[in-house]
């Protein structure tokens, strides 16, 4: 259901509590209490037949007997009361109600969410402590302290979180615009309030604690989002709560649990943090600090020891020194003592006076290669700490840059800490807590730069052969089988442009003998059996095989041995390869598998034999592009070798990305894939082959893009036309269309960039690039006209449409390059969007433009839109109903 009537439940102007009490202790007489004392100015209205008034206000015996129906229910009445107290509330006409009451079994939840429907009535709860809303004075909750009112809103699934982050933000004077216990969340939930919050005025920052996500692609759609417009920053439970998971493959085995909801917040764009405390830090530094350009520190500090502890940090957490320019140095020596450090970190003496700290930090936020400054001082009886505090918090009210302190000690600098934190400067109490704040920043600038970054233009479509992989897989299936043989996994993996080593089956030991003949020595030999999840642990692998006798032995070996480890295992044959010379070639590891949460996974590390003891992995959730890609493999201690070292040249990552994006794609095309092992995958200089692999599969239940957290690329939308005599592909846009995207805006006409962005640009700035090129398909959709130029493919029109979260209304924008205007383009763009909104139940279509833009209103009128002049000042809005309710 999403946002809809969320603003009854986060802005209220009237309010019941149904089950009021006086009864001391019980949750009835502290909701009331609560909200009485909140502050709230807005009517209350008690619900109880047990009373004629609390608190000073006429208690009504039954919610019929309201004098209106109130735009907020706070319910804590029995579970069985719960379904007929909720159709009651809707049919009065309440849209919004806080079940705080805990203990409703699976059919009383059902019967609850089922009154409530009809009436589109939203439901937090139920067994939540509540909803704090410190902006109106609402404390509809039964915590045993207020929120302070603020900008951060924290969301929680946990009950004890919630009465625990009040606490001790109230110790340290945090306020928040929201706080919302979301109990079981049967609907409202995190997708819901992440979607809300991301349009908020109210909220800067947005803090989530996590314990699980059950509707993944709502939750993903709303944390990309909200992550494009605020920080969001996440404290997950049960790190390591994972277990070992039973699997068929290395991939299975290593895809924990915490490391899939670590991909999924990573690729949302927001920060992860370890511990509560980490949070309210990370909102103190990102809140404080600006947009990073980059990652580069300068440490300032009175003293040596600091400055060591503070480097050592950064280092270990794989933060970057900056490199003073040597005209910073010279700066330096003219306003530092001879005895000063030299080098980054700048050690300016424990004599340091408030003076002599703005000179060298003035001198730092000069240097071009230093993003952030780390300020650092320990107290002396020379110098007092108040007066350098004051010193730096002035430096750093005139200056652009990011600063961070460190005032070592105790409550003593509480002071000074207060006079940097009026000036903007997050403070800390140890350098290595100060290093963490920093790294908190960078790590929140990659999450948000990974969002922005735009990947180059495709090399070229490639077309899999998904025909005959869907034979292949469904040959296995018919069999009974759920393991492909190696050759068959080798098959599909082919299908979609893999290079795979050529390998066959023998049934027999004489015939694996005359198929290495065939193939030609020296060959591979491996054993084939559905009742072997690793050849390598029953020794069925032989390598550099290079006569008949060698395979013959080897068969035999294999076979005895087999049956003496296990002797119910059926042996199904062989199965041989030419060997693979590669000399020096990285063994890899690429695959895939099902997370019950978000679907497909896909993770890449340092393969081989021994590739569960060495750990070295990362995990992504598709689809991916080479950006995402290149990303994955970076997340890597094996890509450090990939680079090249020692005389080693770099392995070919162009070809290793694009396998990655390939096995991406297999996943949305072939649903009934459920785990995936490339193992070894070789990567070098020439290029990437896959050794060995593995392939589970089962009757798919839900199509291939439906199972993923993100919608893919929907293929299924392109549509070839014909248009002025020549043939238009018009389809989806994808991120590797922004270069072409760039040209397309740079060749429209300064008229026609009014129209479009009702301001005038030169050019798309990168972010606004991304944004339009990367979309959640899900959400939005842009069709692109595209063509083969003179210097390839180009962009010649696009259409727009962004709709709510809820798919009710849908805003639009058509945009035609300006030479071809004129000609029918943008009704062909129109139409298309116009089927594709009413498939997917969109109900309306609006928009607005300029009363000079004449072709885009006469086009409107053409399509069946309603024209009149639009709230905002100087536009005509544009309106199309496309389906009822709307």
């Not at 494009?228 to 699997?247: I, N």
């Not at 424990?350 to 107290?379: F, N, T």
């Not at 990285?586 to 019950?596: F, M, Q």
């Not at 300029?850 to 809005?877: D, Y």
């Amino acid at each position: 259901m999403s946002i809809r009537n969320l603003e009854f439940l986060f802005q209220p102007r009237s309010v019941a509590v149904i089950g009021a009490s006086e009864r001391p202790h019980s949750v009835g007489a502290t909701v009331l209490a609560n909200v009485l004392q909140g502050g709230f100015s807005g009517p209350v209205w008690p619900v109880n037949p047990k009373y004629a008034a609390l608190g000073g206000r006429t208690v009504y015996h039954r919610v019929r007997d309201l004098p209106q129906a109130p735009e907020l229910a706070l319910v804590c009445t029995p579970p069985a009361s719960v379904p007929g107290l909720v159709e009651e509330l809707g049919q009065m006409g309440c849209k919004a109600a806080v079940v705080i009451t805990a203990g409703l079994d699976a059919a009383q939840k059902s019967a609850m969410l089922a009154a409530a429907r009809p009436h589109l009535l939203r439901i937090l709860g139920p067994n939540c402590v509540g909803l704090l809303l410190p902006g109106i004075g609402l404390n509809g909750s039964f915590a045993h302290l207020p929120a302070l009112p603020g900008k951060l809103a924290f969301v929680s699934q946990s009950g004890a979180m919630v009465t625990g982050i009040l606490d001790w933000a109230r110790s340290r004077n945090i306020g928040f615009s929201r706080f919302v216990s979301l109990g079981d969340g049967c609907d409202v939930d995190f997708g819901d309030v992440l979607d809300y919050l991301a349009t908020d005025r109210s909220t800067q920052a947005i803090l989530l604690y996590m314990e699980d996500v059950r509707s993944a692609r709502k939750f993903m759609s709303a944390a990309r989002a909200a992550a494009r417009s605020k920080p969001v920053l996440v404290v997950k439970s049960g790190r390591f709560a994972e277990g070992a998971r039973a699997a068929s493959s290395h991939t299975g085995a290593l895809a924990g649990y915490d490391a899939v909801y670590d991909a999924a917040i990573r690729r949302a764009g927001m920060l992860r943090v370890l511990s509560t405390e980490d949070l309210f830090d990370a909102v103190e530094t990102l809140a404080a600090g600006r947009p990073l350009a980059g990652e580069r520190l300068a440490i300032l500090t009175n003293g040596g020891g600091p400055g060591v502890l503070a480097t050592d940090a950064l280092v270990g957490a794989g933060g970057t020194l900056a490199q003073l320019a040597p005209a910073t140095l010279r700066r330096l020596d003219e306003v530092l003592p001879a005895t000063w450090s030299h080098a980054n970190p700048v050690d300016i003496i424990g004599d340091a006076p408030g003076q002599r700290y703005s000179e060298a930090l003035q001198a730092l936020l000069h240097d071009e290669g230093v993003d952030a400054v780390l300020v650092m001082h320990a107290p002396t009886a020379i110098v007092p700490s108040m007066e350098v505090a004051q010193a730096v918090a002035a430096t750093a009210r005139g200056s652009s840059r990011n600063m961070l302190s460190c005032w070592l000690g105790g409550e003593g600098m509480a002071p000074a800490r207060r006079v940097l934190g009026e000036a903007g400067v997050a403070s800390f109490g140890t350098p290595e807590d100060a290093v963490g704040g920093f790294m908190q920043m960078v790590n929140y600038h990659r999450a948000q730069q990974l969002l922005m970054e735009v990947p180059a233009a495709a090399a070229g479509d490639f077309c899999p052969d998904q025909a005959r992989a869907r034979q292949v897989i469904a040959h296995a299936l018919q069999s009974s089988r759920q393991m492909l043989s190696e050759p068959e996994a080798k098959e599909v993996l082919a299908c979609y442009g893999i290079p795979v080593v050529e390998t066959g089956i023998a049934d027999r030991v004489e015939a694996a003998v005359l198929l290495a003949g065939r193939i030609g020595y020296p060959v591979a030999l491996k054993i084939l059996s559905p009742d072997v999840t690793h050849k390598t642990e029953v020794g069925g692998v032989a390598l550099d095989l290079e006569t008949p006798e060698a395979v013959r032995a080897a068969a035999l070996a294999m076979r005895d041995r087999l049956h003496g480890l296990y002797p119910r295992a059926h042996l199904r044959g062989f199965t041989v390869q030419a060997m693979a010379r590669r000399p020096g070639a990285h063994e890899l590891i690429v695959g895939a598998s099902c997370d019950p949460v978000f679907g497909p996974v896909i993770l890449f590390g340092q393969g081989g034999v021994a590739v569960e003891t060495i750990g070295d992995r990362a995990l992504a959730l598709p689809p991916l592009n080479q950006v995402l890609a290149r990303d994955l493999v970076g997340r890597t201690r094996v890509a450090r070798l990939l680079a090249g070292y020692r005389g080693r040249p770099p392995a070919d990552m162009e070809a290793l990305c694009t396998a990655l994006v390939r096995i991406a794609t297999l996943l949305a095309d072939l649903p009934e894939v459920q785990e995936l092992d490339v193992n070894p995958l070789l990567a070098d200089e020439h290029g990437v082959l896959a050794l060995d692999a593995r392939m589970r599969v089962a009757t798919a239940a839900q199509i291939g893009p439906a199972r993923f957290a993100i919608r893919p690329y929907p293929a299924e939308l392109e549509e070839s036309v014909t248009w002025e005599g020549s043939t238009l592909l018009l389809r989806p846009i994808r991120p590797e269309d922004a270069p072409q995207h760039s040209a397309f805006f740079a060749a429209l006409t300064p008229e026609d960039v009014r129209f479009r962005m009702f301001a005038q640009m030169k050019s798309l700035p990168p972010a606004q690039l991304a944004r339009w090129t990367q979309i959640d398909y899900d959400r939005e959709m842009a069709f692109i006209a595209t063509r083969v130029g003179a210097d390839g493919p180009e962009t010649i029109g696009v259409a727009r449409a962004v709709a709510d979260p809820d798919n009710i209304r849908a805003e639009f924008a058509v945009v035609v390059r300006s030479d071809l205007k004129g000609h029918g383009l943008g009704a062909l763009l129109m139409e298309k969007m116009l089927r594709y909104c009413r498939a997917r139940g969109t109900q309306e279509l609006v928009g607005e433009a300029l009363p000079e833009n004449l072709r885009m209103l006469q086009l409107a009128h053409h399509l069946g839109f309603t024209v009149a002049p639009a709230a905002s000042e100087g536009a005509i809005g544009m309106r199309l109903v496309l389906s009822g309710g709307a």
